[in-house]
């Protein structure tokens, strides 16, 4: 049975964890990437599709080509980070449920509407990328999601081999520096915004 973590996990996940503008410089290896992947893909999403795809801007000319594809409020975040992530999303995704979802017929609940594979492609992809932030935290790193680019252009910058696939969002990743981060925004309390029927 599995018991709550305890409050520094916590703090870790979510109390203390921020979004973070700037990052030390300290290098994040490729090794981490992988380490990230391997637990958000264990997140869940409708009949395992899975249909985010990332693209790691690890080297400095990937930054660069990305940041002159974002608004310019977030170019110089995304140039001077360790690592940028472009969290897309393959409107396709029903093409690999065969493999990841052998239990049923599930290419077959897709195939034939492809206004249906966007909404979950969204959806979905949305879900992985919170993964993606979780999983960060939980080794150790610092994100900083963000819309502000041209999605387009960077679709067509990144993506432009893979049609099916189109960009979320971005996010920076490193080990982030506490003297970039705003004070923390208002969280409400329960009553606000939930209800119990």
């Not at 996990?9 to 290098?27: I, M, S, V």
């Not at 000319?61 to 990305?66: F, I, P, Q, V, Y």
Request: glycine share 6%; with cysteine.
């Amino acid at each position: 049975m599995n018991s709550p973590l305890d409050k520094a996990a916590l703090d870790q996940l979510f109390f203390e964890a921020r979004t973070y503008n700037g990052y030390y410089d300290k290098p994040v290896s490729v090794d981490q990437l992988h380490a990230i992947w391997n637990l958000m893909k264990m997140g869940p999403t409708s009949a395992n599709m899975l249909p985010a795809r990332l693209v790691w801007c690890h080297s400095q000319e990937a930054r660069n080509r990305l940041a002159d594809l974002s608004a310019e409020g977030n170019q110089e975040k995304i140039r001077k980070a360790p690592v940028a992530v472009i969290i897309g999303m393959d409107q396709d995704f029903h093409e690999y449920l065969p493999e990841l979802f052998p239990h049923a017929d599930a290419k077959s609940w897709f195939a034939v509407d492809a206004e249906a594979r966007k909404v979950h492609a969204m959806r979905n992809s949305s879900l992985q990328g919170g993964y993606f932030i979780m999983a960060a935290r939980a080794l150790g790193l610092d994100t900083g999601p963000m819309s502000g680019f041209d999605n387009d252009a960077v679709d067509k910058e990144f993506f432009g081999d893979q049609p099916t696939v189109k960009s979320n969002f971005i996010s920076t990743l490193g080990y982030g520096d506490p003297a970039t981060i705003f004070d923390r925004s208002p969280r409400p309390e329960f009553e606000k915004f939930n209800s119990v029927i």
